[in-house]
């Protein structure tokens, strides 16, 4: 069992930067695939970021803006977020997964990941 612990949300104003973290349980943590995802209100859930089996992924729509890492001695995954714009607005949640992913078309699958965190919530201001 993982538990995960988001933190960092909050408001930004467009360009600014925010620093997401994501807490984790577990003595197994290093052996996971980390991912983030987002949902704006009416919308599906959205691939952001993962790490998995020394490889990142993310979509293009934050590629080059957001970078994932992760420290497994304080089993803990950041995300890294840059030059926000209005339309990353949304719940930001961590998740993790047993799979190791070969691409970002596995990686952004919501249901091959096995816990979730509660979400934090980033707002980018015009």
């Known amino acids: 069992q993982v538990q995960l612990v988001e933190s960092g949300g909050g408001l930004m104003q467009a360009g600014g930067s925010l620093r997401l973290s994501c807490a984790a349980s577990?003595?197994?943590?290093?052996?996971?695939?980390m991912g983030w995802f987002r949902q704006a209100p009416g919308k599906e859930r959205e691939f952001v970021a993962a790490?998995?089996?020394?490889?990142?992924y993310y979509p293009d729509s934050v590629k080059g803006r957001f970078t994932i890492s992760r420290d497994n001695a304080k089993n803990t995954v950041y995300l890294q977020m840059n030059s926000l714009k209005p339309e990353d607005t949304a719940v930001y949640y961590c998740?993790?997964?047993?799979?190791?992913?070969?691409?970002?078309?596995?990686?952004?699958?919501?249901?091959?990941?096995?816990?979730w965190g509660q979400g934090t919530q980033v707002t980018v201001s015009s």
């Open positions: 998740a993790a997964s047993r799979r190791v992913f070969s691409g970002v078309e596995f990686a952004a699958t919501p249901r091959d990941y096995d816990y």
């Open positions: 577990g003595r197994t943590f290093s052996t996971y695939t």
């Open positions: 790490r998995s089996g020394g490889s990142t």
